[in-house]
């Protein structure tokens, strides 16, 4: 008798709520995906993203945020064009059709290294703006320590274990991305929000004469100085990273078939954002602009009020993104260890797992307060194959014969790019630790 394909795709991804092609008429909307897929990729970029103009100068740093956006575009565009025209259900399915177990497996380890390395600091993050920063070098003053000053209450190991149980949580037990549609709404707002007070402060700034005359292009005083203009790519890679959740997104989506136009639509909005907060903030603080912008609204803030919605809003923001990055964790952790197991033991893996990460990403948080350099190195290695190099890759492998000369040509500057700014960038950092 011949499988059903409803049991294999369910055997390739017990975790994840899976369907191919065919309508959904209790799937997400339009709107929801909309929401989840540019949730999944606004996150910690937001912080470096002014750091970035500063690097580069505004015109070089607008359009470069605009021309990732759009390589994004493409990878997001081939990953969905080669899904309609094999079986797989999940990006790893999808490496495994073009290049056997070990294409999945390095897909998973990918995804795992990022999204996990991404939660740690997030929950860093959240640790530096509720509770203050213990890291060397400029601090954050932690809002709940101005608030109710320095005591175990608001320590960093208490307020990180009170915003794990009673928020992370709830929503990382969920087991529908779909249901984190409304989160990531709220998400997206408080995104525009972050952005729409800095720009207020940017125009007040520019009104009363406050605001210095940005750069328009980067600074260019010898050999190290044009090598350390590589060092914005982990930034811009990590800022439009979403490719994990595609799939699951894509999975209970009422019609998958649209799902090309939620990338482009989820993906304008992201630059959109991005470019307001970096234009607004270098404008806000000059050539004082840290490359943690959060810092900047702890030291020398005109407004106070505005310094603590713009940090509990982002601290916000980066609770109601966590989960969204938790949930393609899980499910790459679950394809990586149990491969082969089924429906019946699901339940159990789901539990434990979320268990697991939870733990080990609190504990992380805690015992290392600052792996900046560790994400730095992570957004060009792991998160640019993810983005750029394996689906380029499945385009120039085409095992369904689909691809046509412009796919063809445009995976190979894809993957080009890649790997010349990401092998730049790692040794700029290099160099620069040393």
Not at 11 to 33: D, V
Not at 210 to 230: D, H, N, V
Not at 253 to 269: E, G, H, N, T
Not at 291 to 311: E, T
Request: net charge neutral.
């Amino acid at each position: 008798m011949a499988p059903n394909p409803d049991e294999e795709q369910e055997n390739e991804a017990p975790l994840l709520n899976s369907t191919k092609n065919s309508q959904n008429s209790n799937g997400a909307s339009y709107s929801g995906a909309i929401f989840n897929l540019s949730t999944s990729a606004i996150g910690a970029g937001i912080m470096s993203i002014p750091a970035t103009l500063k690097v580069l100068g505004v015109l070089p740093a607008i359009l470069s945020v605009i021309f990732v956006a759009i390589l994004t575009n493409f990878s997001l565009q081939f990953m969905l064009k080669f899904t309609s025209a094999g079986n797989s259900t999940t990006y790893a399915g999808l490496m495994e059709e073009s290049f056997g177990k070990i294409g999945s497996v390095l897909l998973q380890i990918c995804v795992i290294i990022t999204n996990l390395g991404a939660e740690i600091i997030y929950m860093i993050i959240i640790a530096d703006v509720l509770s203050g920063s213990v890291a060397e070098g400029p601090t954050h003053v932690g809002i709940f320590r101005e608030w109710f000053g320095n005591g175990w209450w608001t320590s960093r190991s208490f307020v990180l274990l009170v915003t794990t149980f009673l928020i992370l949580l709830p929503l990382v037990s969920l087991r529908r991305v779909d249901s984190l549609k409304f989160t990531s709404a709220i998400s997206v707002l408080l995104a525009v929000v972050f952005a729409v007070v800095t720009a207020a402060l940017g125009i007040v700034a520019i009104w009363t004469g406050e605001a210095e005359m940005p750069r328009l292009f980067p600074q260019i005083t010898g050999q190290f100085s044009y090598i350390k203009l590589f060092t914005v790519v982990p930034v811009l890679v990590s800022a439009f990273t979403c490719h994990f959740n595609v799939h699951p997104i894509r999975a209970e989506f009422r019609k998958p078939q649209k799902m090309q136009s939620v990338v482009r639509v989820s993906l304008a909005l992201c630059a959109v954002v991005y470019i307001a907060i970096g234009l607004f903030c270098y404008l806000l603080f000059g050539e004082n602009t840290a490359s943690d912008i959060l810092v900047n609204f702890n030291r020398g803030n005109p407004d106070a009020i505005s310094s603590a919605v713009v940090r509990l809003s982002y601290v916000l923001h980066v609770m109601l993104v966590f989960p969204l990055l938790n949930f393609s964790l899980r499910i790459n952790l679950d394809g990586l260890a149990f491969p082969s197991a089924t429906n019946t033991t699901a339940a159990l893996r789901f539990t434990s797992l979320t268990g697991i990460i939870l733990g080990f990403v609190y504990l992380a948080a805690i015992l290392i307060p600052d792996i900046w350099s560790v994400f730095q190195f992570v957004g060009s290695t792991t998160a640019v194959c993810i983005d750029f190099i394996f689906p380029g890759a499945i385009v120039l492998r085409d095992v369904h014969g689909i691809s046509d000369p412009k796919d063809r040509i445009l995976a190979v500057l894809m993957i080009l790019i890649a790997v010349v700014t990401s092998a730049i960038a790692i040794t700029s950092n290099l160099v620069h630790l040393a």
